[in-house]
């Protein structure tokens, strides 16, 4: 059974990483919106490229609010919440079955 718990343990901490990654994609991206950026610019279009099919979706939803595109946050706190919950459980899981 060490194998089947090993093996979840690695996949939330893939997990883990690959959220924080994007997380940090996203600060990126929002940060990178507040000057005029070339949209030439290769780590642009990268930014641009990962985010936009996750942040356009609440965009749309959202709308602008004041004028605001408040698309990051609710990405963000997504983000947190998966962390919180579903990498926690699954360490939590991957500990009981060990």
Known sequence: MFVVSNLIAALAG???????????????????????????????QFLYKVTEPVLEPIRRRMGYGMGLDLSPVVV???????????????????????
């Open 14 to 44: 893939v997990l883990e990483w690959t959220l924080s990654f994007y997380m940090w994609v996203v600060i990126a991206r929002s940060l990178v919106s507040w000057v005029s950026p070339d949209p030439y610019n290769p780590i642009v």
């Open 76 to 98: 963000l706190i997504a983000i947190m919440f998966l962390k919180q919950f579903l990498v926690r459980s699954l360490h939590e899981w991957a500990a009981r079955i060990g």
